[in-house]
């Protein structure tokens, strides 16, 4: 049996707070993520015993949210440049969620998310080696490089916007920008 509609919202609120206050320092207590999820800590230790149990839900949710947030991006559909541009959107609105598996797994998955991590990237890797046949993606880099390039680009963008050196509404475009510049084939030199 599910959680009822209010328990579920309550729940999420406190993933939504953990992902917040962790995805800015991992070292944050209970008490600031209550704070910030808009419930008392006691709620907190109803669905979840302990910190650990939260910390392992959140990665679990997080990784989650990525996958269905790449999933919306349409793989398959259009050129894979333009997939991976919505990639990225998809990466920058989940803010949050990626910056917290940065911090708090390095981008490795524990045994029970590996599989949902893999997912992930095969989405992404997919559409790299896609674009990289289409010529929309130097093909001459390693796709494992340039989704490497994505991850830490889109990491280090919403870094910034939270720590005010971009505005949050500009991050997204510089983003692709950046990534335009870095893994989209390069004409030849001139001699």
Do not use: N
């Not at 797994?105 to 029970?112: I, L, R, V």
């Not at 500009?170 to 084939?185: G, S």
């Amino acid at each position: 049996m599910g959680l009822s509609p209010q328990r579920a919202r309550t729940r999420q609120a406190i993933l939504d707070g953990a992902a917040k206050e962790w995805a800015h320092d991992p070292s944050v207590g209970l008490a600031r993520i209550a704070a910030t999820a808009g419930v008392g800590r006691a709620t907190i230790h109803r669905y979840f015993p302990d910190r650990e149990h939260l910390h392992q839900a959140l990665v679990s949710e997080s990784w989650a949210t990525l996958r269905e947030a790449i999933e919306r991006a349409a793989p398959g559909t259009g050129s894979a440049w333009e997939v991976i541009e919505r990639i990225v959107g998809a990466m920058v609105h989940a803010d949050d969620r990626v910056r917290f598996l940065f911090t708090a797994t390095e981008g490795t998955a524990s045994d029970a998310d590996a599989p949902v991590a893999r997912a992930v990237d095969a989405l992404v890797v997919g559409e790299i080696e896609r674009g990289q046949r289409e010529g929309t993606l130097d093909a001459t880099v390693p796709a494992g490089w340039i989704e490497r390039m994505i991850w830490s680009t889109v990491y280090t963008g919403l870094d910034a916007a939270s720590d005010g050196l971009v505005a949050p509404h500009a991050v997204e475009d510089l983003i692709r920008r950046t990534l335009r510049r870095v893994v989209r084939p390069h004409p030849p030199a001139l001699p």
